[in-house]
């Protein structure tokens, strides 16, 4: 949360990760198709358990991000 004080021109700051390296949202969000807002998740099975990928094959939660087997959400 921000308040108005801290935003520059209406602009929220730049943001960095815990290693000091600025954060880019698109390095956690997989590749996905978008219908009327939101986005089209093909769902499969694999070994016996539910999951979804994004475009380049990578396992995303039900929300896009990027996530590892054991539903983490990770980077690229």
Not at 7 to 14: A, I, S
Not at 24 to 39: N, Q, R, S, T, Y
Not at 56 to 65: A, D, P, Q, S, T
Request: glycine share 14%; hydrophobic share 30%.
């Amino acid at each position: 949360m921000f308040f108005k004080e801290q935003l520059n021109n209406g602009e929220l700051p730049h943001l960095y990760t815990y290693g000091g390296k600025p954060f880019d949202i698109a390095d956690v969000m997989g590749v996905l198709d978008v219908f009327e807002g939101k986005p089209l998740l093909a769902k499969s099975t694999e070994n016996g358990r539910p999951c979804t990928r994004d475009q380049g094959g990578h396992l995303v939660n039900e929300k896009g991000y990027l996530i590892t087997k054991e539903g983490h959400i990770c980077n690229r």
